[in-house]
């Protein structure tokens, strides 16, 4: 990878860049329902209804996250909050970038142009790509694609924007599910994993494991 040179840094946002502190806005609205014991098992269902959630068509995400919180609460057995989508929603609004992402990603930004691909609504990357504190060349939403990831048109959209080729993108992630291995089938092949511990490995899609940005720096040659 020291001798590649994409046109290209694609990133998914939320979990790889923003710090998306679900779990701590999910205590709040489950209101003590889930003992600690049995609080990494209902984690990992909600996940998995978030996941399930956008295989559809777009729809707003705070919506998306009210239907998928109710469907856990029905498997659970435990009541759901009629609110929980407006309060995931301001949850994701206040959230910040993972602190080891600043400082490489401006750097990363002084040779390279870096593109967002993100499952949110438009207004959220609005509040959160300034608070990144790097330039990007283009961000792009499911709002704006008509589609969520891990469906393959909102990678399409992204290449459509920019009138480019598969080719022409080094994408890194933090999510196999959502953005790895749709990558992939749709012919990216410069792809990195940016390690944050959400997904079980799948190293068959063909991607590159970093524990940082400044790793993924020094690999791209970047002092």
């Given at each position: 990878m020291t001798n590649y040179r994409p046109k290209y840094v694609s990133f998914d946002c939320y979990g790889t860049l923003i710090?998306?502190?679900?779990?701590?806005?999910?205590?709040?609205?489950?209101?003590?329902?889930?003992?600690?014991?049995?609080?990494?098992?209902?984690?990992?269902?909600?996940?998995?209804y978030r996941y399930d959630q956008?295989?559809?068509?777009?729809?707003?995400?705070?919506?998306v996250l009210q239907d998928a919180y109710d469907r856990v609460c029905r498997a659970w057995q435990i009541e759901s909050d009629p609110t929980a989508g407006e309060q995931f929603g301001e949850?994701?609004?206040?959230?910040?970038?993972?602190?080891?992402?600043?400082?490489?990603?401006?750097?990363?930004a002084e040779r390279y142009q870096l593109v967002i691909i993100s499952n949110a609504d438009t207004a959220f990357l609005d509040v959160s790509v300034p608070?990144?504190?790097?330039?990007?060349?283009?961000?792009?939403?499911?709002?704006?694609?008509?589609?969520?990831?891990?469906?393959?048109?909102?990678?399409?959209?992204?290449?459509?924007?920019?009138?480019?080729?598969?080719?022409?993108?080094?994408?890194?992630?933090?999510?196999?599910?959502?953005d790895l291995m749709p990558a992939h089938d749709l012919g990216f092949r410069n792809l990195v994993m940016l390690n944050r511990n959400y997904d079980p490995p799948a190293h068959s899609y063909g991607y590159v494991d970093v524990a940082s940005l400044d790793e993924l720096n020094q690999m791209l040659g970047i002092d």
């Open positions: 710090n998306y502190e679900i779990d701590s806005a999910t205590r709040k609205v489950v209101r003590g329902q889930i003992s600690d014991e049995d609080w990494p098992a209902f984690r990992n269902s909600f996940s998995k956008v295989m559809g068509d777009y729809y707003p995400y705070r919506q949850a994701v609004l206040s959230w910040g970038p993972h602190v080891d992402v600043p400082a490489p990603l401006a750097k990363m608070r990144l504190g790097a330039p990007f060349h283009a961000v792009y939403t499911a709002e704006q694609a008509g589609f969520y990831k891990p469906r393959y048109q909102a990678f399409e959209y992204m290449v459509e924007q920019l009138n480019a080729s598969p080719d022409d993108f080094l994408h890194v992630s933090s999510h196999t599910r959502y």
